[in-house]
């Protein structure tokens, strides 16, 4: 049984790993200025980090907002490359957002006395359609590339989707794809039907080889045509891109 998969969950496991990261990062940063390996940051250094980052105007982080809800642009947009989402403002959506959602919406925009962009991350379909039915979730623009969650609504994605995303992640991707899919032709291909002659040849050959390479070739060409026909493009473009063409 193929599980679902929850992107708000998705989105959390990323949160932590970056978390950890950054942990790890101080404290080895710590221990070199201990031992004297680097220089320690100056006051200059650690008021321009100051200056550049966003305090929400007045609001008081720490009791207003749940940190855990705040998710960075860098979380977000791996979760939309490696799903194939989209995170988008809320006025390119166009079927109506449920009721309970615009509450919770509403209630945040009183509760910060400002008015908020709002940006939902779903696939692309569910922009476009009118009765969407995949998961979405959606949040307050806190600016600084920081993004609150509010709400989610829909039916979670099938796990499977990851890996029929993996393909059009990138061009390293698509170039993998193309390889490994070509090299699963070849070895699962009889001989027989490779070779025209009565007499096959043992099973690794020049001739398979030369199949290999005709499968590359091949599925190239089919991934070309779906990118430039279709106009159809990698998630690594297109997760905020508002093209639906």
């Excluded at 193929?2 to 950054?22: S, T």
């Excluded at 209630?107 to 709002?118: D, L, P, R, Y």
């Excluded at 979730?137 to 029929?164: C, H, T, V």
Aim: hydrophobic share 40%; aromatic share 14%; proline share 2%.
């Amino acid at each position: 049984m193929i599980k679902n998969i929850d992107i708000h969950d998705v989105l959390q496991n990323y949160q932590e790993r970056i978390a950890e990261q950054q942990r790890d990062k101080l404290l080895t940063e710590a221990y070199n200025i201990l031992n004297g390996t680097e220089n320690e940051p100056t006051i200059n250094d650690e008021f321009d980090d100051v200056s550049q980052t966003n305090i929400f105007n007045s609001l008081t982080i720490n009791k207003v907002l749940d940190l855990k809800k705040i998710f960075s642009i860098t979380e977000i947009r791996k979760v939309c490359i490696d799903y194939r989402l989209r995170f988008l403002d809320s006025k390119n959506y166009a079927a109506e957002i449920p009721y309970n959602v615009y509450l919770k919406c509403s209630a945040f925009e009183i509760k910060t006395g400002k008015s908020i962009n709002f940006k939902i991350l779903t696939e692309t379909n569910n922009f476009k359609a009118k009765y969407p039915n995949s998961q979405h979730l959606i949040f307050a623009d806190l600016g600084n590339n920081e993004f609150y969650f509010l709400a989610k609504w829909g039916n979670p994605f099938s796990n499977i989707r990851k890996i029929s995303s993996y393909p059009f992640k990138s061009v390293e991707t698509a170039i993998a794809s193309v390889f490994i899919f070509a090299l699963l032709i070849t070895i699962i291909t009889p001989s027989s039907l490779i070779v025209t002659h009565h007499k096959v040849e043992s099973y690794f050959s020049m001739i398979r080889a030369a199949f290999y390479f005709y499968c590359v070739i091949f599925l190239a060409a089919v991934f070309t045509y779906y990118i430039v026909a279709l106009r159809k493009n990698l998630n690594i473009t297109e997760w905020d891109s508002n093209s639906f063409i």
